[in-house]
């Protein structure tokens, strides 16, 4: 569990009464980040995995054919790839 100083947790509770104040929702802000990022990795595949794998299903794949889709942005867009592997 992390510890906070007197000054951090007052900055905290600054936040979460500012939270209380606009209405915020905690889980429709989940909910929405979880969204966000389920369009992001659709467009990843998209862009990347679908152009070379068609409608095939993955685990039909040679691991050849992923590594040769994922080894391009592997070192340029780590991010990119590792999303490409959630499949």
């Known amino acids: 569990m992390d510890t906070f100083g007197l000054p951090q947790t007052r ?30 990795w659709i467009s990843t595949l998209r862009k990347y995995a679908i152009p070379k794998f068609g409608k095939r299903a993955i685990s039909g794949l040679p691991k ?5 889709v994922l080894e391009p942005i ?3 867009k780590t991010e990119t790839a ?6």
């Open 11 to 40: 900055e905290r509770a600054k936040l979460c009464r500012q939270q209380l104040a606009d209405a915020w929702d905690p889980i429709e802000h989940r909910d929405t980040e979880k969204n966000e990022r389920a369009v992001q």
């Open 64 to 68: 050849q054919h992923i590594v040769d």
């Open 74 to 76: 592997w070192t340029t």
């Open 82 to 87: 590792s999303r490409a592997c959630r499949v």
